[in-house]
């Protein structure tokens, strides 16, 4: 079975800095895949940006863009996604999650793996 653990959220003001991480618990999974989605209290899980496991091409939300990198390390098993210039509407539960199927997705249900979800505030 795999789990993801999500780590590195917090409290931060608006123009910081946050880096969020996810390791795998298993080193050899067929992901192909790897994406962070967030969710605000009373909103729909949402996408925010995903990496191609082979060979590290990106896909970022458009409200993201420019001010989050995605971005993956091998030999660790892990996913990062680095968060600047924050902002007051970045608030939610940041998820990390899996996808084995192939293609790109941007929707929460062709995920097969998930975290627990780590919390980020960002305050004004």
């Known amino acids: 079975q795999v789990q993801l653990v999500e780590s590195g959220g917090g409290l931060v003001q608006a123009g910081g800095s946050l880096r969020l991480s996810c390791a795998a618990s298993?080193?050899?999974?067929?992901?192909?895949?790897m994406g962070w989605f967030r969710q605000a209290p009373g909103k729909e899980r949402e996408f925010v940006a995903a990496?191609?496991?082979?060979?590290?091409?990106?896909y970022y939300a458009d409200s993201v863009k420019g001010r989050f990198t995605i971005s993956r390390d091998n030999a660790k098993n892990t996913v990062y996604l680095q968060m600047n210039s924050l902002k007051p509407e970045d608030t939610a539960v940041y998820y990390c999650?899996?996808?084995?199927?192939?293609?790109?997705?941007?929707?929460?249900?062709?995920?097969?793996?998930w975290g627990q979800g780590t919390q980020v505030t960002v305050s004004s």
């Open positions: 999650a899996a996808r084995l199927g192939s293609g790109s997705s941007y929707y929460s249900h062709e995920y097969d793996y």
């Open positions: 298993v080193r050899t999974f067929s992901r192909n895949y």
């Open positions: 990496i191609r496991w082979s060979g590290g091409r990106t």
